[in-house]
């Protein structure tokens, strides 16, 4: 088992900036991929962004690339995402999860455990 928390969301002007941590405990992220999903009032859970166990591999949904960075410390059991050029868009809850396998990847079905979310707000 893996219990994943996430934290560091909070209200923000548009153009600012977040960051979001996932402190994993129970059993080692290490050696797993984990990723970030949000999700908007009335909308489905989406991709944000996922990193490989190693950190070597990152993808992106295309609508973050370039504002979004997300990266690891293994050594912490932590992974985090690094929100930049916030967007009114970008209001959600945001979620930390960690995957099956070692590999980045962008379905929610490959990953078995989820964070309970941290709301992230920007007003325009």
């Known amino acids: 088992q893996v219990q994943l928390v996430e934290s560091g969301g909070g209200l923000v002007q548009a153009g600012g900036s977040l960051r979001l941590s996932c402190a994993a405990s129970?059993?080692?992220?290490?050696?797993?991929?984990a990723g970030w999903f949000r999700q908007a009032p009335g909308k489905e859970r989406e991709f944000v962004a996922a990193i490989s166990y190693s950190g070597a591999s990152i993808i992106y949904s295309d609508s973050m690339k370039g504002r979004f960075t997300v990266s690891r410390d293994n050594a912490r059991n932590t992974v985090y995402l690094q929100m930049n050029s916030l967007e009114p868009e970008d209001t959600a809850v945001y979620y930390c999860?960690?995957?099956?396998?070692?590999?980045?990847?962008?379905?929610?079905?490959?990953?078995?455990?989820w964070g309970q979310g941290t709301q992230v707000t920007v007003s325009s």
């Open positions: 999860a960690a995957a099956r396998g070692y590999y980045s990847d962008s379905r929610s079905s490959n990953y078995d455990y």
């Open positions: 129970g059993r080692t992220l290490s050696m797993k991929a």
